[in-house]
Structures are given as C-alpha cells and as structure tokens.
C-alpha cells in the first residue's frame, strides 16, 4: 500500500444503494489511494452522516475508496480489501490484516444476521422487563385492578418496543447482512455467526492489545 490520504468527513451509510448479492463482494490485497466523488457509493459524505475518517488509495490502477471510524492502517501494509466495485471505484466495506486476523469494518457491522437477531432479541426481552416494571410501579391508584396494572405495563411496552426497536430492525439487518458478507469473503467459520465485539473482547483478554474504536480481531 502506497500514497494513504485520510480525512475527516461525514457519512450516512444508510443512502448505500443495497446489493443483495453476495457475488457483487469483491476483495484485493495491497492498496493505493485516490478519491472519488461518487454520491451514491457508502462512502457519500453527508451532513447528517456519522464522523469518520474517510480514506483514498489506488491499487494496480483501480480507485479505492472508503471510511472507518478509524483508519490506522499504514503505507507498508500487507492488506485485504472488501467491497463493491462500481463506475470504476472499489468501494470498500472492510480492510483487513489476515496476518493478524485484525480488520477495520464500516460503523455499525459489528455482527453476522444470526448474531445481530440474537444481540437484539436479547437486549429487547431485557428493555421489555424493564419497562413493564417501571410501568406498574407508576399506576398505584389503590382502587385499580390488578389487571388494569398488567395491561398498562404490557402495553406501554410493547409501544415503547415498537417505536425504538421495530422502526429500525430494517437498518439493523442491513449492516448485519453486509457484516455477514464480509465475514464469508475473509473465510471465517459460520459468517452469520460472527461477533466482533465478542473476538475482539475474547483475544484481548488472552493478552493481544486493545485496538482503536471500529477495529476488531476476527
């Protein structure tokens, strides 16, 4: 890799036109920088987006182009990209060290469809019980029926559940889904599956470095 240029910049990756095919996930290895102005890849900069470092580089000819929330890997580096190819530009998904089993993932794909269905049945199940408690503590009206709490307490809920968890399981799934890809093109044992937050937490306790926000072991 050769010629790295990182900057700051803005980006909604919820605008990326949705590929559904898991042969539109391409991979190289060793990069070069050079940006492109392509609105519509998961790279378009945009105001309401997330801030991340976004980053340009060439590889044999071919532009290359994509954002982390840190990029850190260096000119030098033996690396491994993932992503679509589109209009001339890879646009890159994810970057990884297979040497080091260490990859930078776009924000928010942390988890495979398997793993991402788990973590939020999980985590909704909790945010349920929480609420239905904190909703019969709040109806103490002595003459009220024990029935009237229990269903008070289901329904604000389920309508809490639905307007935080419901309204956005389409966006979950769509980085799980390219989480899941990723994990396929880096050959990694049952790809819906993966956690990197899990391996990441796992491998640094067994000695390995911390590694910046968005950088994981895999």
Not at 68 to 97: C, E, Q, R, Y
Not at 201 to 215: Q, Y
Request: with cysteine; charged share 20%; proline share 3%.
């Amino acid at each position: 890799m050769e010629d790295l240029e990182v900057f700051d910049a803005d980006v909604n990756y919820l605008r990326v036109k949705q590929e559904s095919h898991t042969e539109s996930m391409v991979s190289a290895l060793q990069v070069v920088m050079a940006f492109s102005e392509d609105e519509d890849s998961a790279q378009a900069a945009s105001n309401a987006g997330d801030p991340v470092e976004a980053f340009s580089m060439r590889i044999g000819g071919l532009a290359v182009q994509g954002s982390f929330w840190k990029t850190t890997f260096k000119n030098g580096d033996s690396i491994k990209v993932i992503g679509l190819k589109g209009n001339g530009v890879f646009n890159a998904i994810a970057v990884a060290l297979p040497k080091k089993r260490i990859v930078w993932m776009q924000p928010h794909c942390e988890r495979g469809v398997s793993a991402q269905r788990r973590y939020i049945l999980r985590n909704s199940t909790i945010f349920v019980i929480v609420i239905f408690l904190i909703s019969t503590l709040l109806f103490t009206e002595p003459t009220m029926q024990l029935w009237f709490y229990m269903l008070g307490a289901s329904l604000s809920s389920a309508v809490i559940l639905i307007a935080t968890v419901g309204m956005s399981w389409g966006d979950f799934m769509t980085f799980a889904h390219r989480m899941t890809r990723v994990a396929s093109a880096l050959e990694i044992d049952f790809p819906e599956n993966v956690d990197l937050s899990k391996s990441t937490k796992a491998r640094i306790n067994d000695g390995l470095p911390e590694l910046p926000m968005g950088v994981y072991y895999y």
